[in-house]
């Protein structure tokens, strides 16, 4: 293919100018920079563009040589913020790249976040510019934490769009639920339940295992508020399974809501996929049939979750 001549040119037709250093890199694309357009520096010039080699110590501002060789194949000047590259001379993420871990690691089961086989799918189909081995270091070390990075101020409204977020994938017959719901977590009013409800729901005392008794409970039990103390314990332990498990907040609330907010049943099904007491875990499907008025669906229920484990879920879902 015919290569553009004003490849390196910028756009008020000034030559780029760049300086790398001697060597085989500095042979191999001095002649594609100057059949761009483009200027090569004898030195370090003001305003040239300081080209460093991959994985070679780099100097803020240096931009991968790859910068050249990507330009020329595209056959058009593609924007230098995305070559710019580290200290340790690797590839900076792009705020376009953070965004497409996240899509693309989003409701994958612990397994395929912690091991190799996600990262290396995601390096073949070509997501971002970045090996898999760096891809899973940017995700583990660095966008999984910011995802608990909230002011304690905003923690409560935080957490409250936070399950509102999940519970709404939750209930969708769909298998993913728009991309917007993350953005609108803080602005999210429609919440069914408090953070210090979904809290006092994490582990349930006596009172809650008769089952005849779940309908007067539900009338009389006071609604509870969310104090600063409670938020942190929630914060607390979902931080810990993010942790412990590799997983995403979403990950981790997801289930939360599949558990009926018991922790230790949560944390088995984080671990192995399956429930700690053996019956299966609440789907979208068995939530409906719990909101009919229907004594042979009731009975079907408990025969598969268990009379407690109906009445903790129908505490779980409408306190």
Not at 173 to 198: F, N, Y
Not at 244 to 273: P, R
Not at 289 to 313: C, P, S, T, W, Y
Request: with cysteine; proline share 5%.
């Amino acid at each position: 293919a015919v290569r553009s001549r004003s490849l390196f040119l910028w756009d008020d037709g000034r030559p780029m100018r760049f300086y790398l250093r001697p060597g085989l890199a500095k042979l191999r694309l001095a002649p594609l920079v100057l059949a761009g357009g483009g200027r090569l520096c004898r030195v370090q010039e003001p305003g040239a563009v300081l080209l460093v080699q991959p994985g070679e110590a780099a100097a803020d501002g240096a931009v991968s040589t790859e910068y050249v060789t990507e330009c020329v194949e595209r056959n058009q000047r593609l924007p230098l913020e995305s070559f710019l590259l580290t200290a340790r001379g690797r590839l900076a993420f792009t705020e376009a790249e953070d965004a497409a871990l996240l899509q693309a690691v989003r409701g994958q089961g612990t397994v395929r976040v912690s091991g190799r086989a996600l990262w290396i799918e995601l390096e073949r189909s070509g997501l971002t510019r970045h090996s898999w081995q760096a891809m899973r270091d940017r995700y583990l070390r660095h966008l999984r934490p910011r995802l608990w990075e909230l002011p304690p101020t905003e923690d409560p409204t935080q957490i409250k769009g936070l399950f509102a977020a999940a519970n709404r994938e939750f209930e969708s017959t769909e298998s993913e639920s728009d991309s917007s719901d993350v953005a609108d977590l803080s602005t999210q009013d429609e919440v069914e339940r408090s953070p210090g409800e979904a809290a006092s729901d994490l582990k349930t005392g006596p009172e809650d295992s008769a089952f005849p008794d779940v309908q007067l409970q539900r009338q009389e039990r006071p609604k509870s508020t969310c104090s600063s103390s409670v938020v942190g314990q929630v914060v607390k332990t979902m931080e810990h399974f993010m942790d412990k498990f590799a997983v995403d907040l979403f990950t981790v609330t997801q289930a939360f809501l599949k558990n009926s907010g018991d922790v230790e049943a949560t944390s088995y099904f984080l671990q192995t996929g399956q429930r700690l007491d053996g019956y299966p875990v609440w789907s979208r499907e068995d939530d409906l049939e719990l909101q009919k008025d229907d004594d042979h669906v009731r009975n079907k229920l408990i025969a598969k979750f268990g009379a407690e484990n109906v009445a903790k879920r129908i505490l779980f879902r409408e306190s």
